[in-house]
């Protein structure tokens, strides 16, 4: 039987859906200290799956995988996430958002 390696972390019924699927899983629990990188990997990983989803049903998809990834990170790192939330806010107020699409093309500095 061939075995694919994976090496990632991956939603906690993963093994289930595997399993249900007639094939096996096979999977460790990390340490507390490689469950902080893998998240951080993680996050990476969904991100780049919403720069290559094609439509809104795949933006949106990879956005929630994106935000499940985020809440996983604040909980791991004791966060609340309102405080993230209000952090957002401030930075919104202060730096304004993204909705203006500017593209900074560069700067002349002072010299």
Request: one cysteine or more; proline letters at 3%; glycine letters at 10%.
């Amino acid at each position: 039987m061939p075995y694919k390696e994976y090496n990632k972390l991956v939603r906690d019924r993963i093994p289930e859906k595997i399993i249900s699927g007639g094939e096996t899983p096979h999977t460790r629990i990390l340490t507390v200290e490689e469950y902080s990188e893998m998240l951080k990997d993680k996050l990476l990983e969904e991100a780049g799956e919403v720069k290559g989803a094609q439509d809104q049903g795949g933006v949106g998809e990879e956005l929630a995988d994106c935000l499940e990834v985020l809440q996983a990170i604040a909980t791991n790192y004791g966060i609340v996430w309102e405080d993230i939330e209000k952090k957002r806010t401030d930075k919104k107020e202060k730096r304004g958002g993204f909705e203006m699409r500017v593209f900074l093309t560069g700067v002349d500095e002072k010299e």
